[in-house]
């Protein structure tokens, strides 16, 4: 059985039982047969469905958003946001699909020659708890739209959103099978992967679990797409509006009680206006409400599951041990932990090194802008910077020297349907979102008349 435990109240909310290996096969066998009819539909008639898709989400954004909260601890009203967001990106695919998919005409000596975009068929999912509609989303919306067919097997978790995401497809109207939803525990991933009937994986987690799931893909010479997580920093120079980027800069770490993987982690800043931006970074840090998930006043929910939490006291205390100082928070109840700030944190500490997913920062100080540039590239993720300044002709500068795959002038790093999202180095590789991200799962086959 695999279990949904509301992280606020520790109660078991529902249990799902996992599907026989006849009852995968099945879900695979219909994938399949849906896969060759849906191929052959037009932009057209997928873009409606997907329109109908927005606005069962919109409709029902409630309901869908307190499955979230009780199951993962996500403050309601930005559940609620994201369900708004997922809606977004489903109108977003549904008009620009076809244009982002249309054949591209290359002069050669050809009398005609082009590339064409062709769905390849069945991509799996393997998705977390985070996000648990928007990180799925991002990818169903393209992929479908691109005429593929998706399967999920999501995070164990959030198996009653995982079955809500399945019935938003159901409810707007699309064929069978086109997204199903597979409740399955992650050791059954390495054989849906090997199945001939699947032909690429997508994964948005943990290095480990991204690990193993392209590894698989590889020895079957199938496509995969990780993302990967991040340990983003906030840079803050010494000319930077402190009002405009303490606000931005909060918001950066604490939305989604920190769980992000785009969320500003290292905080870096300039010694000469450190004092005065802790002070009142702390001040607001301080005002952020904690409390049930469920009140709409909310803004710090409890943390995924105990066990992260958990997982982020021992990298604070770690942090502690080397140095570091505690300056606000640090208590942990449950799967609860206080939004915690420590000062003194340098490159050697957790706290700097290691992805830390929930409400803590750490502060570093630089005394040069090269040591800041330096100490970004240090990180061994690559999702992105946030870096403020109000010299744009010195941020234009500086873009090039910095390893991620996104740098963000004077705001925090989020992602947008319309621009492309992913990682370097172990935040992983490949675009969702945008045309690249639609991009990723297709056959561009080139075809040359003579
Ligand atoms: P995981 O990476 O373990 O889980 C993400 C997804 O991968 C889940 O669907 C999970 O299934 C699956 N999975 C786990 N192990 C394997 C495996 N060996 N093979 C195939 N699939 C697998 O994340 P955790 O929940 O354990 O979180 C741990 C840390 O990962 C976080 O603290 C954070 O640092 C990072 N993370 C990053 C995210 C991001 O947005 N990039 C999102 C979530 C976590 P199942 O739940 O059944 O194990």
């Known amino acids: 059985m695999i279990e949904s435990k509301n992280p606020y109240t520790g109660e078991v909310i529902e249990k799902f039982k996992e599907l026989t290996k006849p009852e995968i096969d099945k879900a695979l066998e219909n994938a399949d047969g849906r896969f060759k009819k849906w191929r052959k539909t037009s932009f057209k008639e997928r873009a409606d469905l997907m329109l109908k898709a927005a606005a069962e989400l919109k409709k029902n954004k409630k309901e869908y958003a307190r499955d979230i909260s009780v199951e993962m601890g996500k403050p309601i009203s930005q559940a609620i946001s994201e369900i708004e967001k997922c809606a977004w990106v489903c109108e977003y695919y549904a008009e620009k699909a076809e244009k982002h998919l249309s054949s591209k005409t290359i002069k050669t000596d050809a009398s005609k020659s082009y590339v064409s975009y062709e769905p390849i068929g069945v991509v799996l999912a393997v998705m977390p708890w985070n996000y648990p509609f928007w990180q799925v989303f991002r990818f169903a919306a393209p992929a479908l739209m691109a005429g593929n067919i998706g399967i999920l097997k999501h995070a164990s978790n959030v198996m009653r959103s995982a079955n809500n995401i399945q019935k938003v497809f ?239 002038v004077n705001e925090l790093v989020k992602s947008d349907p319309r621009l492309p999202f992913g990682g370097t180095k172990i935040s992983g590789y490949g675009r969702e979102l945008s045309a690249d991200g639609i991009q990723e799962f297709v056959n561009k086959k080139t075809v040359y008349f003579k």
Do not use: W
């Not at 570093?364 to 800041?372: G, I, L, R, S, Y």
């Open 170 to 408: 159901e409810r707007a109207g699309f064929p069978d099978a086109c997204f199903q939803n597979l409740v399955i525990g992650s050791s059954k991933i390495e054989a849906i992967i090997k199945d001939p009937r699947v032909k690429a994986v997508t994964l948005t987690g943990s290095r480990p679990a991204g690990s193993a799931v392209a590894s698989t893909a590889g020895g079957e010479i199938k496509k995969s797409v990780l993302e990967l997580g991040g340990s983003n920093a906030l840079v803050v120079f010494k000319d930077a509006d402190l009002e405009e980027s303490v606000k931005t800069c909060v918001q950066a770490r604490f939305q989604n009680t920190g769980q992000s993987c785009i969320a500003g982690k290292r905080l870096i800043l300039h010694e000469s206006i450190a004092d005065e931006f802790i002070d009142e970074f702390v001040r607001q840090v301080r005002e952020l409400k904690s409390g049930d998930p469920l009140d709409e006043d909310t803004f710090i929910g409890t943390l995924a599951r105990e066990d992260l939490a958990k997982d982020l006291e021992k990298q604070i205390q770690d942090s502690v041990k080397a140095g570091a100082k505690i300056i606000l928070g640090g208590k942990r109840d449950r799967a609860y932990l206080e939004p915690t700030v420590l000062t003194n944190v340098t490159s050697e500490m957790s706290m700097f090194q290691e992805e830390t997913f929930g409400p803590a920062i750490g502060v570093t100080t630089f005394k040069k802008d090269q040591e800041a540039i330096d100490l970004v590239n240090l990180s061994d993720f690559g999702l992105g910077v946030s870096i403020f300044t109000s010299d744009m002709d010195f941020a234009e500068k500086i873009v090039p020297e910095f390893e991620d795959g996104a740098v963000f």
